[in-house]
């Protein structure tokens, strides 16, 4: 007798969506299709990850699935120094754009706490401000906020949050960023390199290096300045990038661009469960560009001899 014996390999989970997402019943929204759509751009990975722009979902039915579960959002966000000149717009602009309606938790990490801007924030969001030393490289900076979101996960938000987004404090809202960016792990496709050749990417290419991508490898070029998803993916990746930098610092080397690359390397290895386009974190200084259909969250202009301590 013949048996066949079929073994099932669990494999992580930002790869899979494991439960169902419940809808009121009586909730009336357009029907949707699959032949129509967006044509101008891609809305999937190879990996099956949608990637998130204007016109391929629909914001009202997925706060309706989202709204009954209660969710809690928390946001990193780092004013050290200087940059503590953008915190009062970054948060203002939260207010009217990120995650309204839901229970939203700030966590300003910054060296000079007594200029935390006050804002008025809704019911079900609050703010906290956690000390961090000042620096004189702006790279340490950079740095150590995996070490110290890996830290805070650990400490507290296990006990109060479902999802963390990580986000640059030298940027603002312009429009809706809510429950269409929840996944697993979540990126944000860089700005900069989404029409270029990934051998134009700005990896890591010294093979030395913890964050090496070798040329012909990787998908796309993620923002340092975006990232998310749930606790234990966010946490994985923290340590994980928090360890390799330290590997490199020990043999004296220093990314390309710092945890932006060890971040790049990364998520080329653990493909992230979802794509957030780049309307996710445009820069200012660029036009946009025709498949752009809106900016939801943008890096403002600035000079980084000014704010930055060792340029």
Known sequence: MLYIVLVVVPIQINMLCHRSLAV????????PSIVKGRTDVVAVTPWLAPIVWEGTFNPVLLDSIYKPKKIS?????????KYIMFLKNFLETAEQHFFVGFNVHVYV???RPKEVPEVKMADGRQLTVRSVPSSKR???ISARRMELIQKLIDEQLRKNSDYIFCLDVDSKFHDRWGTESLGGLVAVIHPGYYLDNRSKFPYERRSASKAYVADGEGDFYYCGGAFGGILEEVYLLASTCRFNFEEDAKNGIEAAWQEESHLNRYMWINKPSKVLSPEYLWQDFKARNPEVKTIRFSGVIKNYADIRPNV
Not at 24 to 30: G, R, V, W
Not at 73 to 81: E, K, L, P, R, S
């Open 24 to 31: 009121n019943a009586h909730l009336k929204y357009s029907q």
């Open 73 to 81: 959002i928390a946001v990193t966000v780092f004013a050290v120094g």
């Open 109 to 111: 990490f910054t060296d």
């Open 138 to 140: 702006w790279q340490e």
